[in-house]
T-cell receptor, first 117, second 116 residues
């Protein structure tokens, strides 16, 4: 149990276009999901915390108008990179916390590799 | 603020050697959680262990062992008799009740290469 999927696993897009990444909890309900970004050979940095039915909480320095997060159901959160630029190329990883589950336990998705040309 | 330091950027060992990955953390919380994750070249994070701040017992799981010492704010990870499949980037992470947030703060990672 506790499987998290991401779609797509990789995407290449042109500069200026928008890209949507989905994060799904397949066998559990997730009140809270987290979005991380990892640049090559660097660590994971939290971008935002997504709560079902409410606005996401963004970390300092993350543009909320550029990285749109929607957590419309207990099993799905989406991250849309709007007007993507080459500097947005990165590995995006989501994680999900099971509703009513053990505190501080997150299940990670396999990640989405975004390349902006 | 919470911080995790993994001073070793890269480690290279020969198969069957033991290797210890260091992790030092900083937090003002009295309740917090420490984690280790493995990230193979595929990129997917593999959960290894979760330890809360009240449990200082060392843990062993097969070839893996963890040494948690609150006195030195360290949570080191040892792989015994390393194997080529252990080659990956290993991250230490910290979370705590920071205003209710459960966000994970990651160290910069240690890249382990196990050579045959």
């Amino acid at each position: 149990g506790a499987v998290v999927s991401q779609h797509p696993s990789w995407v290449i897009c042109k500069s200026g276009t928008s890209v949507k990444i989905e994060c799904r909890s397949l066998d559990f309900q997730a009140t809270t999901m987290f979005w991380y970004r990892q640049f090559p050979k660097q660590s994971l940095m939290l971008m935002a915390t997504s709560n079902e039915g409410s606005k996401a909480t963004y970390e300092q320095g993350v543009e909320k108008d550029k990285f749109l997060i929607n957590h419309a159901s207990l099993t799905l959160s989406t991250l849309t990179v709007t007007s993507a630029h080459p500097e947005d190329s990165s590995f995006y990883i989501c994680s999900a916390r099971r509703s009513g589950g053990v505190r501080n336990e997150q299940f990670f998705g396999p990640g989405t590799r975004l390349t902006v040309l | 603020a919470q911080k995790v330091t993994q001073a070793q950027t890269e480690i290279s060992v020969v198969e069957k050697e033991d290797v210890t990955l260091d992790c030092v953390y900083e937090t003002r919380d009295t309740t917090y959680y420490l984690f280790w994750y493995k990230q193979p070249p595929s990129g997917e994070l593999v959960f290894l262990i979760r330890r809360n701040s009240f449990d200082e017992q060392n843990e062993i799981s097969g070839r893996y062992s963890w040494n948690f010492q609150k006195s030195t704010s360290s949570f080191n990870f040892t792989i015994t008799a390393s194997q080529v499949v252990d080659s990956a980037v290993y991250f230490c992470a910290l979370s705590g009740p920071q205003g209710g947030s459960e966000k994970l703060v990651f160290g910069k990672g240690t890249k382990l290469t196990v050579n045959p």
